[in-house]
Nanobody, 114 residues
Framework: QEQLVESGGGSVQAGGSLRLSCAAF????????MTWFRQAPGKEREAVAA???????FYADSVKGRFTISRDNAKNTLYLQLTGLKTEDTGVYYC????????RGQGTQVTVSS
C-alpha cells in the first residue's frame, strides 16, 4: 500500500495552533475517506477527524470547533489545522486511508504545554 508521511507537529503552548500534513505516495483521490487519529500516552487510540471524497467531515467531540480537516487530492495531501490547542491534545497524530490503522505513517508528535 502506498506510503503516508505525516509532518507539521511540534511543541506549542496551550491556545496555540499547528497545521499537520499527510503526504501520500500514491493517490488519495480514490480513497473514499481519509482519517486523522491520535495516540496519547496511556490512552486508547482516537479518531479525531475524517473527510470523505464528497467533503463530508467527522470530528470527535473533543476537537469540534478547534480542528479542521481538509484534503487536496491534486497534491495527494491531507491536512489537519489545529487551533485552540489544549494539553489534552498532546499525542502522536497519524493519518490513515479510511480506518485502516495499518496504512498509517510514522506519525507526527504534538506536545501542548500549559
Amino acid at each position: 500500500q502506498e506510503q503516508l508521511v505525516e509532518s507539521g507537529g511540534g511543541s506549542v503552548q496551550a491556545g496555540g495552533s499547528l497545521r499537520l500534513s499527510c503526504a501520500a505516495f500514491g493517490s488519495i483521490e480514490n480513497n473514499h475517506c481519509m482519517t486523522w487519529f491520535r495516540q496519547a500516552p496511556g490512552k486508547e487510540r482516537e479518531a479525531v477527524a475524517a473527510m470523505d471524497i464528497y467533503g463530508d467531515t467527522f470530528y470527535a467531540d473533543s476537537v469540534k470547533g478547534r480542528f479542521t480537516i481538509s484534503r487536496d487530492n491534486a497534491k495527494n495531501t491531507l491536512y489537519l489545522q489545529l487551533t485552540g490547542l489544549k494539553t489534552e491534545d498532546t499525542g502522536v497524530y497519524y493519518c490513515t486511508r479510511g480506518l485502516d490503522w495499518g496504512s498509517r505513517g510514522q506519525g507526527t508528535q504534538v506536545t501542548v504545554s500549559s
